[in-house]
């Protein structure tokens, strides 16, 4: 160790003789070691970090896949979940979520948007998370609402709800008299029974069109068995957790059991094209995220392999002035490992010096990353610079110090003792450290071509994302979002809230400045979805197909507001959406989909949909009137 120390305090005033030359270094070596620290970060938190359940290896999810097109990717019926749990024993326990709706929250204090998640009793002890503050849902919390709950001046029946930390902060400051309080959710009152812990969310795979921050828990109080057994009914996301000792493969056998069982059983599943897929909830979480972030890793590596090539060069140009300084320590009986040692010990310094100011690097870079992350990366909450991202960076800085110092070491300390111990002015490099030079150099430009050509390549793709005709002119489009009064106000008829809206419609438009003003379920890109099954009619003919149909309930003025380009046809009138008429407008791949090669104005389909009036879900037919260019609804790259 006094041999390291005495290695370590020579080579810090050796690098401080050159303060130009040592800046330059650190600051190279920061660059590198920064830039793989930030992406580290990044996948240490999406990909290395266990999910924050309990024994998350043990959770997996369930969801439906149709073999014929991965469109329809995910939500079961509720009657399914039951299903699951009653023809399997693979599992500790089944539980369900619904998507997440926006709701009003009302009553004491400032009114605000909370969102609101339908989940089965037994989804917190599926997920092994406990309530920070009183308790999470009981079987008796989702036992079906009494007949007439929902009738206006009914006496209200008791709901229990499980809040969030943030919510409980925000609205009781953190009281522990929350539990047992009363929230008046869409005009409906609800006990809260628990607080869970801060930080606390249901991961969930970036398709399954659940956006984050869930305020509330509500139990889902129906009957699971007695719901309609419908692909338009299908909005239950699964998760499991599997008994000790079963894998995933075991339970992918009694799941395809089940969906053998049920395409015996119900017509909706009679085609046998719906299957049951059971994933390992981690890996379905992380999903395409793991390619792009391995792909940004390796990217990054290769900065670092030219930032230490770069660095191993400057030190064979400062190796050459050292020469004779090598050349006398080995006189006076320095053996070649001793120099070595000191001079690698000099790189450790450079390198761990590198390796802080990388540190400061890294947070800025993490901003920087998060700041320009995709919408749909999973878990970028966690992302920190934690204890695991200090020691990548120390086993960077480890590395790029034997990278960028060995070679540069090994020349220098084999010094020609007659040609260093002359007087003379200067000492010209010999053959071996020219082409060392010369190789680091190759090395340096083969490298940057790699990653100046994948850079090329991924300009070459954004150019071509934001030449992507996303069918709808978002320039000038202004939107907000409305959570409408419940079921027991003056909305719960689709009357009042067909009033409501339209009212609203005629207000925006009389505003100065405003062109067109309309009302949708469901905004393109915004990371929600709705999708059914469709059947198709030409002439007499009908016929049933498990393609899949993303669909929006929509006012007439919606089409002009977004800019929606007619292809053939018309849109659907005022007076035909008053009246509820059964026609839609539907985008030039369903069409060509459903009648290909085929005029499809005056065609009819027919689709199980659930209309935002709470009213559905139902199946009907309905006429094609019109024709819109695509619409990107879901994903910019694709339709």
């Known amino acids: 160790m006094g041999a390291l120390g005495q290695d370590m305090r020579f080579g810090l005033r050796s690098l401080l003789k050159h303060p130009g030359h040592a800046a330059v270094v650190v600051l190279t070596l920061a660059l590198g070691i920064g830039a793989n620290t930030a992406i580290f970060s990044v996948i240490h938190a999406v990909m290395i970090r266990p999910l924050p359940y309990d024994q998350p290896d043990q959770l997996v999810l369930l969801r439906h896949r149709i073999e014929a097109t991965d469109f329809f990717d995910g939500p079961m019926p509720p009657a399914d979940v039951m299903d699951i749990r009653d023809h399997t024993d693979v599992f500790q326990g089944v539980a369900a979520t619904d998507r997440t709706f926006e709701q009003n929250l009302t009553g004491d204090g400032e009114p605000i948007e909370v969102r609101v998640a339908g989940v089965t009793a037994n989804f917190f002890d599926v997920l092994g998370v406990e309530a920070a503050l009183g308790r999470t849902f009981l079987a008796e919390d989702e036992e079906p609402f009494p007949p007439g709950a929902f009738v206006q001046g009914a006496p209200a029946p008791v709901n229990n709800i499980v809040i969030s930390h943030g919510l409980w902060m925000r609205r009781f400051g953190g009281s522990p008299d929350a539990i047992g309080g009363t929230l008046l959710i869409n005009d409906f009152p609800n006990t809260v029974v628990g607080v869970m812990p801060a930080g606390f969310e249901l991961l969930m795979p970036a398709n399954a069109g659940m956006p984050s921050g869930t305020d509330v828990w509500n139990p889902t109080r129906f009957d699971y068995r007695q719901a309609p057994r419908t692909s338009g009914n299908a909005n239950r996301r699964v998760i499991a957790r599997l008994k000790p000792g079963v894998t995933v493969a075991k339970a992918q056998v009694q799941a395809d059991k089940v969906a053998e069982w049920q395409r015996e059983h119900f017509e909706y599943n009679r085609d046998g094209e719906i299957y049951i897929d059971v994933k390992p909830m981690h890996a379905d979480i992380i999903g395409h995220a793991r390619t792009v972030l391995l792909a940004l890793l390796g990217a990054v590596g290769f900065v670092l392999l030219i930032a230490c090539a770069n660095v191993a060069n400057l030190l064979l140009v400062q190796a050459a002035s050292r020469e004779k300084e090598m050349a006398i320590r080995a006189a006076l009986g320095g ?64 590395f790029s110090a034997v990278v960028f110092g060995l070679v540069p070491a090994l020349q220098a300390s084999k010094p020609d003792l007659n040609d260093c111990l002359k007087e003379r002015g200067t000492v010209s490099p010999d053959v071996r450290r020219r082409r060392m030079r010369s190789a680091l150099v190759v090395a340096e430009v083969a490298l940057s071509m790699v990653l100046l050509i994948g850079a090329g390549l991924m300009f070459r793709s954004f150019l071509a ?34 009033m409501f809206v339209s009212a609203l419609e005629d207000r925006m438009e009389a505003l100065p400045g405003v062109k067109s003003a309309g009302g949708v379920q469901v905004l393109p890109l915004s990371g929600r979805f709705w999708t059914s099954p469709y059947q198709v009619k030409s002439g007499e003919e009908t016929e049933w197909g498990l393609l899949e149909a993303d669909y929006r309930f929509a006012t007439p003025g919606y089409f002009e507001a977004l800019g929606l380009r007619l292809v053939t046809g018309r849109f659907f009138s005022q007076s035909e959406n008053d009246r509820g008429a059964e026609v839609v407008v539907v985008d030039r791949a369903l069409a060509a989909r459903a009648w290909p090669g085929k005029e499809p104005i005056g065609k009819y389909l027919r689709a199980v949909i659930s209309p935002f009036d709470g009213t559905g879900p139902e199946q009907k037919w309905v006429k094609v009137v019109g024709v819109v260019e695509n619409v990107r609804s879901q994903d910019p790259r694709t339709l």
């Open 335 to 398: 053996s070649r490992g001793r120099i070595v040692r000191q001079l690698l010990t000099e790189s450790a310094v450079l390198a761990i010096v590198g390796g802080l100011a990388a540190l400061l690097l890294a947070r800025w870079g993490v901003d920087l990353l998060l700041a320009l992350r995709p919408a749909n990366l999973p878990r970028v909450e966690a992302v920190a610079i934690d204890g695991p991202v200090l020691l990548f960076t120390l086993a960077a800085s480890v």
């Open 465 to 498: 994302l934001q030449k992507q005709d996303l069918g709808f002119e978002p320039a000038g489009v202004v939107t907000f979002r409305i959570a409408m009064p419940g079921l027991r106000s003056e909305y719960a008829t689709p009357e009042g809230r067909a």
